[in-house]
Every structure is written in C-alpha cells, then in structure tokens.
C-alpha cells in the first residue's frame, strides 16, 4: 500500500454492529469525534454484523486507486478480527487492518470509572463482563485487561463471559456473591458488574439479567477511545508505508 500526498488514507471504522439504537448512536460518535480530531482523514463507518453497510460494501464502493485503513472498532481480537475483516481487507488492494482497541491502560481505566459511576466498590463481589471470544489469542489479553483493571483501585474482580469462555456471567455473579475472588475471600452479599463492552445492545441486555445488584454502563463515548482509534490508524498507515518501502526494487 503506498500514501499519495494528494489523497490522504481512507479511515474505515468497522465496528459490529447492532439493532440497539443507543449502541448505534455511541458508534456514530466515537467515529464523529474520531473525524473531529483529525479533520484531513476521511473517516467511514462499516460493520461486520447486524447493520448495513457491511464493510465489504463498504470497502468495495471506495476508490479503486484510493489507500484504506480498517480499523476495528472492536474491544479485542476475536472472529470478526481474524475472518470477517481479514477476509475483507485481503480481498482489496492497497487496503490493510489496524489493531482492535484493546487492551488498553486508557480503556482500563474508563472501565473503572463507569464502574465507580454505577455505584460499585471495591469491597463488592466485583465481576468484569466480557462478550468473550472463540479465538485464543484473546484470553491472556481478556487477563491482562483484569489485570490492569484490579491494581487501578484494588479489586478482586473475575471475569465473567457472555460466550464461548466459561464461565458465563450469571456463573461468575455467582462465584463472587460467594466470595470466590481471583484469590478466594470470604462470603459477600453485593456483586458488582464492570461491562467491558463498547455499546449497550445484546450482550449488555444479558448482562443486567445476570443476577448482580450493580451493573455498570458499557464503555460508551469517550475521547480516549477516538484517540485509540486515531493512534490505531496511524500504527496501520505507518506499518504499511515501511513494508512498501522495502518492497520497492533498489
């Protein structure tokens, strides 16, 4: 992929996608803020799932000539990162894919504070809910996030899934209403919920039917999470000019 002065890189934000229409606004504004910080980058919205325009529309209705970044408005790598998008970015020249967004220190810490901001505590039974993923490569960063996650205010918090990883969050509610921290304790009688989720929609719906007495908001808008993204992009355009670089004949 080469970069032409006069026509700046593409910035495709795929994100999932979702029939909640208060997780499609948070979409719309991160990618809106995301173009209010870096006003020279034409920045389009796609999705993988639920929502049109699909990113293989998307991408196919672009400039043949023109140089495209995907970024993955995702929390982690998963299927839609290692197929739906792959697929779609192999499938166009002069197109390559960011990183998705996490983990992250910065979403770590916003997790925190929507957590404080429902009303959680450290003292609570504290579970991280997390739509989980069938791709390994995401587990360690899934503990990593719980990591960072518990030496920001020093909880004890477990992870809980809403698919593929067990265990579920209805189980892991459970384990900490009991005590069953990451390193055991005694009975509790509140838990606490920290929604490592971007949007409300479907897997934020399953999680306030989880069983816990506070459940957080998901992530949500925030500039952070833009600038993860901008920071995203620009890793990509970076990436790939120096791998165009070397493949130039000398």
Do not use: C, K
Not at 134 to 163: K, M, S
Not at 186 to 202: I, W
Request: glycine share 10%; no cysteine; hydrophobic share 50%.
């Amino acid at each position: 992929m080469t970069t032409h002065p006069s026509r700046p890189t593409i910035l495709v934000g795929a994100s999932h996608g979702t029939d909640n229409t208060e997780g499609q606004a948070v979409i719309r504004e991160l990618l809106r803020r995301v173009q209010a910080m870096r006003p020279g980058v034409p920045v389009v919205e796609a999705f993988v799932d639920v929502q049109q325009p699909s990113l293989v529309d998307v991408l196919a209705g672009l400039p043949a000539d023109a140089d495209v970044v995907v970024v993955p408005v995702l929390l982690t790598v998963g299927f839609h990162t290692q197929v739906d998008i792959a697929e779609a970015v192999a499938a166009r020249p002069r197109t390559t894919v960011a990183a998705p967004l996490g983990p992250d220190s910065r979403l770590s810490q916003l997790l925190w504070e929507r957590f404080l901001e429902a009303g959680g505590s450290v003292d609570d039974g504290v579970v991280i809910a997390i739509a989980g993923s069938t791709a390994a490569a995401a587990v360690p960063r899934f503990h990593e996030l719980r990591e960072q996650f518990n030496a920001i205010g020093g909880a004890d918090a477990l992870l809980g899934y809403g698919a593929a990883l067990d265990p579920r969050v209805p189980a892991a509610v459970e384990l900490a209403r009991g005590g069953a921290g990451a390193g055991g304790g005694t009975e509790t009688h509140r838990v606490s919920v920290a929604s490592y989720l971007l949007t409300p929609g479907f897997f934020h719906d399953r999680v306030t039917e989880a069983g816990a007495d506070v459940v957080a908001a998901p992530l949500g808008v925030d500039d952070r999470i833009a600038e993860i993204i901008l920071e995203r992009f620009d890793a990509a355009v970076l990436a790939a000019a120096a791998a165009a670089a070397v493949a130039v004949p000398v």
